[in-house]
């Protein structure tokens, strides 16, 4: 599978992005999920997963309350929904693919977009 993230930008602190992660191939559906996202000088963390039908998620204590992560399997598309967008949110976002229903660790991550970037801005 290809994974292709947009819809990264400016923001000022507070408000709100939706990057999202286009997927090539019929068997999108069958891939469990993630966004991770790097900070400068960071090491790689991940933000949120979801499963192949979107039913279970998981979200970094860091975000919670504030994300939403959620997939269209029809379209082929992941949403990262971010709200009351934090100063130290600004990172390049990557999204991922497994061949697991939910991952929850890096190492099971096969598959790679490109990145988006996001600055939040005081």
């Known amino acids: 599978v290809q994974l292709q993230a947009f819809g990264g930008g400016l923001v000022q602190a507070g408000g709100s992005l939706r990057p999202s992660c286009a997927a090539s191939?019929?068997?999108?559906?069958?891939?469990?999920m993630g966004w991770f996202r790097q900070a400068p000088g960071k090491e790689r963390e991940l933000v949120a997963a979801?499963?192949?039908?979107?039913?279970?998620?998981y979200s970094a204590d860091s975000v919670k309350g504030r994300f939403t992560f959620s997939r269209d399997n029809d379209k082929n598309t992941e949403y990262l929904q971010m709200n009351l967008l934090k100063l130290e949110d600004t990172a390049v976002y990557y999204c991922a693919a497994c061949h697991k229903y939910v991952c929850s660790r890096e190492s099971e991550y096969e598959y790679w977009g490109q990145g988006t970037l996001v600055t939040v801005s005081s």
């Open positions: 979801i499963s192949w039908s979107g039913g279970t998620t």
């Open positions: 191939g019929r068997t999108f559906r069958r891939y469990g």
